[in-house]
């Protein structure tokens, strides 16, 4: 890991596409935490990423880890949060955030049975988000939710998606390119259908030839470097350019993170020119 780091120190500076920035989701190095949260710190520091997305403290005391962010320059913009703590206990919620600084707070999935997902789901999400995004924004916190591909059910004239955008009335949506088009959307036609509505990204390609479904489940080694798989990168980064979209994260689940995030962001680098 020290190896690449330095490598990345010499070949890397802070990635920013104009006014936004490119940061990573922790997730992304979870193996990695497992084993070394310093040296892994560290190696984001070396791929002159900034800004990130987490929550976790991989085991440290938050004030012990909060003291690596900082020593590497780190800085949280975005919490994750889990559904059963945005409707039992979203004040917990506050307090998390608020402990990092975090402008964000994101939720990634929404617990169902079985695969069953309709409009009695859709409606609950939505009620649970519309009353913890209240509070959050009373607190200055935008809470923004990461669709997960199974939200694109068909659903009247469009999808269940659509009917949790058309009653979101105070929280945001996090895109997370690669599951919007595994469940069967096209993420770039969303962001120019709602383009106030998105206030985060996901950056994530998929493997060519892979087939969604509507289960939110997928191998994470169909995760490869951006612009080379079938999710249309280039558009979408050019799209929340347009859009003012502030963080766009990348989130990489492979098993080849080390290696494909640096490709990732010599991509993105390169759509700036």
């Known amino acids: 890991m020290k190896k690449i780091s330095a490598f990345l120190l010499m070949g890397f500076l802070t990635v920013s596409l104009s006014a936004q920035e490119v940061g990573l989701q922790l997730y992304s190095l979870r193996n990695q935490f497992k084993t070394d949260v310093p040296g892994t710190l560290k190696l984001i ?35 994750g949060a889990k559904f059963e703590e945005l409707e039992n206990n979203p004040q917990q919620v506050v307090k998390n955030a608020k402990a990092y600084g ?105 493997e060519k030839g892979v087939k969604g479904n509507n289960t939110g489940q997928e191998d994470h080694e169909t995760n490869v470097v951006l612009g080379q798989g079938q999710v249309d990168i280039a558009g979408i980064v050019a799209e929340a350019k347009k859009l003012g979209i502030e963080y766009m994260f990348i989130e990489d689940e492979s098993s080849r993170v080390v290696e494909q995030v640096p490709l990732s962001l010599e991509y993105l680098k390169g759509l700036d020119k």
């Open 45 to 79: 520091e070396g791929w002159g990423i900034t800004k990130i997305e987490g929550g976790d403290t991989y085991g440290l005391a938050l004030k012990d880890f909060k003291k690596l962010l900082k020593t590497t320059g780190l800085d949280v913009v975005s919490v």
């Open 102 to 206: 975090a402008k964000y707070v994101m939720c990634a999935w929404v617990p169902h049975d079985d695969n069953k997902w309709d409009l009695e789901e859709t409606q609950h999400a939505s009620k649970v988000f519309n009353a913890a995004g209240k509070l959050l924004k009373k607190n200055g916190i935008t809470l923004a939710y990461h669709p997960h591909g199974y939200e694109f059910r068909p659903y009247e004239d469009g999808t269940l998606f659509d009917y949790m955008v058309q009653n979101a009335t105070d929280y945001t949506f996090e895109l997370d390119v690669f599951w919007a088009q595994h469940g069967g959307a096209d993420p770039l036609a969303l962001m120019k259908k709602y383009p106030s509505k998105f206030t985060l990204l996901h950056l994530k390609d998929m």
